[in-house]
């Protein structure tokens, strides 16, 4: 009975906390959204008792005050005393208190809502998603297995130095960067160069961290240290770039201290300068230079770009396009040139039979059914891609016996009564072999295509071609770039005459081939000073790092990996690059808007603060013409959610 005591007691005391954690949570995500609807609804009650001469009229707009310009407040006074700068949060919570001080709380209760459910919903859509390595980490290995003296041990990564051997059984992920030293196996290495298709891996040849294994072990020489592997390279360039502030971010900060300073000048001027220039009353002096306060606030203004930058981005997101943030859509409108990865992007990212050729007396579709059956059982990506056309081919396949995989080379078996074997070329014999057999291979490989062998007792029976297909969209996609005025590259880890081959066909203009994750960073920077602005769109985590570098990084919503999707400015949902022309005409269109609207909200300002000066605008007419140009600019925004 004690222990059952006990146990409904821990529980009861576990509850409670669990939901002050989550109300504590829900809090910090929507207080300040919670706060603007407050303060409107406290507003609007204060409103409706103001003709009864109830004190309650008079809490509820200090409460309405307190509540709406807290978080503005709190921002402003933090930026005035850490940054020694005014800033448009303390200037307009001046103007509320300004107006209130001259008996107009409604005015300036209703400027507090505006600007704090403006804030409200720049936090909530604008807000950049910042960068999350957690998902780099993710695959990155924690731990090795030394050899070391005859003996096997498993030690962390950051224990292993220069020189140590480790083992990497199949199906595992290479720990760290170094050279291969005994075994054979081919090595998923697309995370990090971006190649399609495995690459076998000798003696002497090189290995990265974070790679998968396939079918064979290797013992592997350390060539560098945790820290120094070109994995880790790759965590460090993203969080580099991303650090870098935009200079469209830099001028807003200026501008907006410049603007604040200024109208706070003018406001003290004008609360002295005219009652001795232009013998007003200390009354009309005082009241002339708050309706200057109130007028000068840049309401209007900065609703010229956040109710546009929400349609546009709610008017994206339905189409499939999602934004992390108002000034990537700016700035994609402006791009002169797109890179594209090639493997996930422009691909499809696995490979597919693209030739069957018979050299016997078979036809193409026996031939191609005699190849799947016999790969049927292998688990090798180009094993699958045979299998995989065989079947849809309807003919059901067979199973081979005595089925032999030689690592890095092909697979041997016995099957209606013949020894085959389907592989590389170094891996079926001489027999069969003759000039057209050469000159097709050669072709073949020039068109970026990976040539297949197969060969029966008789000898060479046929061979296959393996490629990694483009993307249906991605011709007519790359089409309407172009007509954009648009110049299109493609960055890629894989070979050139593959690179070549893709490009031609897509209609690429410029090619880089067989890059590292560094050497993409430093094409795109290359881009960007000959292009200015440039968008990066890509899927892997070798991607991470030139997404991050570019002007408006892009990533595959389906296909892409966790780190490409945390770094990227913009994510296609459901991978259709026929969406990116669209994102960009949507941007142009925004850019033409939020223009108007700027226009349009500083034309009214100036034509305010003239009629205050002319002494023929009251507060009321000064608070309905700023806030009437503040809906007007809101509605021309909101056109953009059925564009």
Not at 251 to 267: H, L
Not at 359 to 367: A, F, K, N, T
Not at 523 to 529: D, N, P, T, Y
């Amino acid at each position: 009975m004690g222990e059952m005591k006990t146990t409904c007691t821990q529980t009861v005391s576990v509850k409670p906390d669990l939901k002050q954690a989550e109300w504590k949570q829900a809090l910090q995500r929507h207080g300040e959204g919670i706060a603007a609807i407050g303060c409107g609804v406290l507003t609007f009650g204060a409103w409706l008792l103001q003709g009864s001469g109830t004190a309650w009229t008079l809490v509820l707009y200090v409460l309405a005050y307190c509540i709406g310009g807290y978080v503005k407040a709190k921002e402003g006074i933090v930026t005035l005393y850490k940054e020694r700068e005014l800033d448009v949060n303390l200037l307009m919570l001046l103007a509320a208190a300004g107006a209130a001080g001259i008996g107009y709380w409604f005015e300036g209760a209703i400027l507090i809502f505006i600007f704090s459910l403006s804030g409200a919903l720049e936090n909530y859509t604008m807000k950049r998603s910042s960068k999350d390595i957690a998902s780099l980490m993710d695959i990155k290995p924690e731990t090795a297995l030394l050899y070391k003296g005859g003996k096997e041990s498993q030690v962390k990564i950051e224990e292993l130095n220069i020189g140590d051997f480790i083992i990497v059984k199949p199906g595992e992920r290479i720990p760290a960067d170094g050279i291969v030293r005994e075994g054979v196996s081919s090595v998923n290495q697309a995370s990090i160069t971006g190649e399609s298709i495995p690459v076998e891996k000798e003696v002497e040849d090189s290995v990265f961290a974070g790679t998968l294994n396939g079918e064979g072990a290797l013992i592997i020489e350390v060539t560098s240290e945790s820290e120094s592997s070109l994995f880790s390279k790759i965590i460090r360039l993203v969080q580099e770039a991303q650090s870098e502030m935009p200079p469209t971010q830099q001028f807003i900060e200026r501008f907006e201290g410049t603007y604040a300073k200024t109208v706070i000048g003018i406001t003290v001027l004008l609360m002295t300068v005219p009652h001795y220039a232009l013998d007003w009353t200390w009354s009309e002096t005082l009241y002339r230079a708050m309706v200057f306060l109130v007028v000068a606030s840049p309401c209007a203004l900065v609703a010229s770009i956040m109710p546009a930058m929400l349609s546009a981005i709610s008017n994206s997101a339905r189409k499939g396009v999602l934004f992390k943030g108002g000034a990537h859509l700016e700035n994609l409108a402006g791009i002169r040139a797109i890179a594209f990865d090639k493997t996930g992007t422009l691909t499809a990212g696995r490979p597919e039979i693209t030739d069957v050729v018979s050299l016997q007396d078979y036809s193409e579709e026996q031939l191609l059914w005699i190849a799947g059956s016999i790969e049927s059982l292998s688990e090798h990506p180009i094993g699958r891609a045979i299998t995989e056309k065989a079947e849809a081919c309807g003919r059901p396949l067979l199973r081979p016996k005595q089925l032999t995989a030689v690592t890095g080379f092909g697979v041997m078996a016995e099957f209606e009564n013949e020894t085959w074997k389907i592989g590389k070329e170094a891996f079926v014999d001489e027999r069969g072999r003759h000039e057209m057999l050469a000159e097709l291979t050669k072709r073949l490989e020039m068109e970026g295509k990976t040539v297949i062998f197969i060969q029966n007792d008789r000898g060479i029976a046929g061979v296959l071609a393996v490629q990694d297909t483009l993307r249906p969209e991605a011709k007519a996609a790359i089409a309407q770039l172009k007509k954009l005025g648009i110049t299109i590259v493609m960055l890629t880890g894989d070979k050139r005459s593959t690179a070549e081959a893709i490009a031609n066909e897509a209609g690429v203009d410029e090619v880089y081939a067989e890059l590292l994750p560094q050497e993409k960073v430093e094409s795109v920077k290359a881009l960007r000073e000959r292009y200015g602005k440039v968008a990066m769109i890509g899927d892997g985590v070798n991607d991470a790092p030139a997404l991050a570098t570019a002007s408006v990084g892009i990533a595959m919503g389906n296909a892409g990996s966790d780190a490409a999707l945390e770094t990227a400015d913009l994510v296609l949902m459901n991978d259709d690059l026929g969406k990116i022309p669209t994102a960009i005409r949507l941007g142009k269109k925004t850019g033409q808007i939020i223009k108007q609207n700027i226009v349009f909200s500083l034309g009214v300002i100036l034509l305010l603060i003239l009629s205050n000066f002319a002494q023929s605008l009251s507060l009321p007419l000064g608070v309905i013409g700023h806030e009437g140009s503040t809906i007007l600019v809101i509605l021309n925004g909101l056109r953009l959610l059925k564009s």
